[in-house]
């Protein structure tokens, strides 16, 4: 059969079965829809988790009369501590300008005197930013009798520690549950749309038309509906992640939106879903061959 014949017989497949095409091609949407958000959801908790560690950094609070001419000697004793990076010496007068920026109050109005002490802000490699080593490096600071007390972010590393894992395991779990999920609904649907069209599907039989004259146009079916629906998803999603990037990225955090590589994915991935589907489900109506 030639291709013109194939093409004939699929747009009068989808005029014959409306209905039953749009609920397949909506299904695939659907589908489609709920990986693309998914790994949205994904690719964006992983770059927050990424950006709480980035921003981890030690404070060490300095005695409230320390003399600021061995600052720099302080300094360069610090960097010997290993997973140290950088560290910054913060006076007193520091202190409350970055006071007032980030609370927008005086604090010498607050008070009649600066209670703020000088400090010294530690950042560490990434490696280092663990609470077990962080710790570490602690005890190694408090050994320095002009460092008063520590602070950092424990318990938003406590959160990330006992999170990353389990945010892992639920990543992979919810993509196999999707995919899975996706191909059973999908196949499903194909399945009862081809059921529908069963005596067609006798007919052609006993008039003696081949497998592949029989089947052709239900894999192109598929694929049609497999494309449309993944391209109706690629839109929604479209729109869906630029509210959201307009809605949500800021200076801390800047929203990702999936890349022109992914969406192709998608799509590839819908028409795929459509196709095999069909394929699949027209096996079960041609055991005789």
Known sequence: MSPSYYF????????????????STVVIMIAVLLLGIYVTISINSIKLMKLIRDKVEIDAYLIDNFDETKASSLINSIKTIGGVKTVKYISKNEAAKIFAEDFGEDILEVFDYNPLPPSFKISLYDEYKTIDRIEKVKGE?????????????????EILERNSNSLVFLNLSLLLIITFASIFLVSNTIKLMISAKKNTIELMKLIGASKETIRTPFILEGFFQGFAGSILAVIILQLFLNYFYTAYTNNDFNFSIIDTTFLILMVVFGTLLG???????IRRFLRFY
């Open 141 to 157: 600071l408090l050994k320095y009798k002009d460092i008063n007390d520590i602070s950092y972010a424990q318990k938003n590393l």
């Open 8 to 23: 004939k017989e699929l747009w009068r497949y989808i005029k014959s079965a409306k209905s039953s095409v749009f609920s």
């Open 275 to 281: 196709t095999f589907g069909s394929v699949f489900s």
